[in-house]
């Protein structure tokens, strides 16, 4: 099974600001990577696919890169609807698994 | 516009059964692969089940392997998840989750999800 970490586990940052969120895997993925967002009591969204692919619908503030096992999820300029939990999920091997979450928080 | 609509969540006993199903309206159901991600109240998420277009290909998470199945009937634009010996550690709201193509697995569509309790 893939491993992903997600780093740092929480992100205290203000609107306006970039965040830049962390995703490695324990063994290579290519670029089988994907991004989603969840905010409190609603489902995830994807966000980026193939590690940089934005999804339909999805701003451009949000970029994803990286390849092999070091992923980075990038917001530009932080909208006060950008705060919530982010995740990493793989799909280069079953099982499909997903990284434990960056929260990102006004600080 | 694509809609989930999960159903057959509740409080089951450790060790009995449940059988969760999800109706999906908006796309071409027998286009595309589906699955069942889970969260644990207050944890990540956890891919459990995934099944393609026709059946004809399925996995599972090493935590459900020989105790869930997951199945679908294209004509009735239904997935379906039987859960078969619960355990306290499958509490969770499942959500249903459409595959952003013919076995892409990526989740593009999700739906509001069913809580499942496990407890006596």
């Known amino acids: 099974e893939i491993v992903l970490t997600q780093s740092p586990a929480t992100l205290s940052l203000s609107p306006g600001e970039r965040a830049t969120l962390s995703c490695r895997a324990s063994q290579s993925v290519s670029s089988y990577l994907a991004w989603y967002q969840q905010k409190p009591g609603q489902s995830p969204r994807l966000l980026i696919y193939?590690?940089?692919n934005r999804a339909t619908g999805i701003p451009a503030r949000f970029s994803g890169s990286g390849s092999g096992t070091d992923f980075t999820l990038t917001i530009s300029s932080l909208e006060p609807e950008d705060f919530a939990v982010y995740y990493c999920?793989?799909?280069?091997?079953?099982?499909?698994?997903f990284g434990g979450g960056t929260k990102v928080e006004i600080k | 516009e694509v809609q989930l609509v999960e159903s057959g969540g509740g409080l089951v006993q450790p060790d009995r059964s449940l059988r969760l199903s999800c109706a999906a309206s908006g796309f071409t159901f027998d286009d595309y692969a589906m699955h069942w991600v889970r969260q644990a109240p207050g944890k990540g998420l956890e891919w459990v089940s995934g099944?393609?277009?026709?059946?004809?290909?399925?996995g599972y998470a090493d935590s459900v392997k020989g105790r869930f199945t997951i199945s679908r009937d294209n004509a009735k634009n239904s997935l379906y998840l039987q859960m078969n010996s619960l355990r306290a550690e499958d509490t969770a709201l499942y959500y249903c989750?459409?595959?952003?193509?013919?076995?892409?697995?990526?989740?593009?569509?999700w739906g509001q999800g069913t809580l499942v309790t496990v407890s006596s």
């Open positions: 099944i393609t277009w026709n059946s004809g290909g399925t």
């Open positions: 193939d590690a940089s």
């Open positions: 989750a459409k595959d952003s193509g013919n076995s892409l697995h990526y989740f593009d569509s």
């Open positions: 999920q793989q799909r280069r091997n079953w099982p499909l698994t």
